[in-house]
């Protein structure tokens, strides 16, 4: 029997499917190939490119990343073919060539480390690091990169392009640091981790309220970056609050993938094993006594791990823990955490006074309108809650989000949906 041709709309999805799942393991293979990102990324979305005409008529690759890593092989062979520095790269290419002349392996190799260690190159802005390292590791788009850094798009979309050509005017080399070079990379490294986390299990946009590929890439980030450090306590306190975070990941969503909130959730449905994991690994940075801010936010989501009811959480002890890590951190979301924080533990009014002062700095995070609208509401104030639920489903672009929100505004008025 003759294999059907895949149509149009088939191929345009399975591309799609492996940018999405493959980008950061396909550009560290190209990077380890290349010593070059920036002419991996070149190359990459040249076979992105081919497939869209090669596909339709052969069909789809069985390991579509192996075909697409060999087709920017034999891409970058012939740019550098045409370099002017052809005689000096001539090994370079005969191990390129010998390369892209092997059959396509079954599995890619993992050198996602080593391209997240080039992305946080000290000659980068550390803002541009981050960026970097979410757009090439994980394959966000430029709009969820700007999201997570509460900025515009288009602000987002410059400072990847100078990244960009930063990486290629200066000559960033691709791979691991030594070793003091790599502790002094670590702190971008796990804000990277940690960001990717975030957008996998707060999806930005979408239908579902969580990105299962982002959360596991960041969880196996996490344990591999603890294990290349031999015990960092900040990248154990990181991979402990993936770890009680995602542990909730089964009760998050309901029927038709609703959203439900930490509050509302079967806590029966909690992953207990990753929770325990995730309190021995953090009892373990704790003791080697250098708490930092991972290790204190972690702390938190223990202790929201812990509470066998939402009405048994220690919000007192939550609140206090936040106030520590506004000290290290000055960052406004750690402050919009605090304040929420603040009215769950019973002072609603000053809860609402610090997301005010927020707002100037927070205009375009949507989370903060969420949690003002939930605190007016708790305060009496119907009208103005309204308004900043308004606000906040406008602002979302995730559908399971945009739900929840609706039947919260919804109460507010008793009115079912």
Known sequence: MTKSKPSTTEVHRAIDTVLRGDRGRMLAALSASLGNLALAEDCLQEAATKALTDWPK??????????????????????????????????????????????????????????????????????????????????????????????????????????????????????????????????????VIYLIYNEGYSASSGATPLRVDLCVEALFMAELLVHLSKGDPEAMGLLALIKFSYARREARAGDRNAYIPLDQQDRRLWDTQMIADGQAVLEQALSLGQVGPYQVQAAIHGLHSAALDASETDWSQIEHLYRLMRRMDGNPVIALNHAVAVGQAGDTERSLEMIADLEPVLAHYQPLYAAKAAMLARAGQISAADTAYLRAIKMSENAAEQDFLESRRALLSGIAH
């Open 58 to 191: 052969s069909g789809v690759p069985h390991v579509p990343a192996a075909w697409l890593i060999q087709v920017a092989r034999r891409q970058a062979i012939d740019i550098l073919r045409r370099s002017k520095r052809f005689q000096e790269r001539s090994a370079e290419l005969a191990q390129l060539k010998d390369e892209a002349m092997q059959k396509e392996p079954s599995e890619l190799p993992d050198n996602r480390l080593a391209l997240m260690f080039t992305c946080c190159h000290p000659a980068l802005e550390p803002s541009a690091q981050v960026a970097l390292t979410l757009h090439c590791i994980a394959g966000l788009t430029t709009a969820e990169i700007a999201r997570a850094f509460v900025v515009q798009t288009s602000t987002m979309a410059a400072r990847l392009t100078r990244a960009k050509a930063k990486i290629k005017n200066a000559g960033i080399p691709f791979g691991l640091p030594d070793e003091d070079a790599r502790k002094a990379r670590t702190s971008e490294v796990l804000r």
